[in-house]
């Protein structure tokens, strides 16, 4: 059974999360009780980053829990980012609407490096 | 009908992650028919997307009924029939457009969605008091 997971580590302003397993239906308790999503992700935080590097399967259930995060914290003026994504999955993500909303990255330094030119500027 | 050079018939319970597991059975099936092959990860995404219709619609997610994946290759296409035992034609609604698909309150509804895009043909069909779903990629 492939258990899945979700890891949290922060670092400033920003809320990470390592993903270990399917993006499936077992992942879906887990990831939409992280946290009160609609909250915003706390503290002030406004950056989300999910690492994917190690989940090997995202299916339609997974891709509506993305949904189901993003939506919320797009309202509660958060950003979320992604890294980890292969070709395909990231084909998947733009198909549905996801790459709108979600921005993805080759590798999280990448993204460090956009989330503080982000604050730099004040947005 | 060109004739078929493959033929393979895989049938799993109505579990969640059963799609999974026939996913990578039809990976190898089809890697030692057609080694190279360009969209197999389109194809199983879209596969494991009809299973789940399969256990979640068709079946109702009772474990003992089976879906069945049917895979046959010929000349100049992949055909995948996957058959539930719903005894009812799903009713297949028009897509709504992506923002409005975002406002919904439980946004699912994703695997149909997908197979469209991801294949060059899918339909529903019935025979026997069963449903299936053809999706076909041409080669």
């Known amino acids: 059974m492939n258990e899945f997971r979700a890891d949290k580590r922060i670092a400033g302003g920003t809320v990470i999360y390592d993903l270990k397993g399917d993006l499936s239906n077992q992942a879906e308790e887990v990831m939409l009780e992280l946290c009160e999503w609609e909250k915003g992700l706390g503290q002030g935080r406004r950056f989300l980053i999910l690492n994917f590097t190690e989940v090997p399967y995202i299916n339609s259930i997974g891709l509506a829990v993305l949904i189901r995060i993003i939506r919320p914290l797009l309202r509660a003026g958060c950003q979320t980012f992604a890294y980890g994504v292969t070709p395909h999955y990231q084909k998947l993500f733009r198909m549905v609407g996801l790459t709108e909303h979600m921005m993805i990255y080759p590798n999280e330094e990448a993204i460090v490096q956009r989330i503080e030119h982000l604050e730099a500027q004040g947005e | ?139």
């Open chain 2, 1 to 139: 009908m060109k004739e078929a050079i493959f033929e393979q018939q895989w049938v799993m319970p109505s579990a969640y992650g059963s799609e999974k597991a026939v996913m990578q059975k039809v990976k190898t099936a089809i890697s030692r028919i057609c080694p190279g092959e360009q969209r197999i990860e389109d194809m199983l995404t879209a596969i494991a997307e009809a299973c789940l219709n399969a256990i979640e619609h068709g079946n109702l997610a009772d474990f003992r009924l089976p879906v069945t994946l049917q895979l046959t290759i010929d000349g100049e296409k992949y055909k995948f029939r996957i058959i539930d035992h719903g005894s009812n034609m799903p009713v297949v609604q028009d897509e709504l457009p992506l923002p409005d698909k975002w406002l919904e309150e439980h946004p699912r509804g994703w695997g149909l969605f997908l197979i469209r895009r991801l294949s060059d043909h899918a339909a529903f069909g019935s025979e026997n008091g069963e449903v299936y779903l053809d999706i076909i990629f041409y080669r």
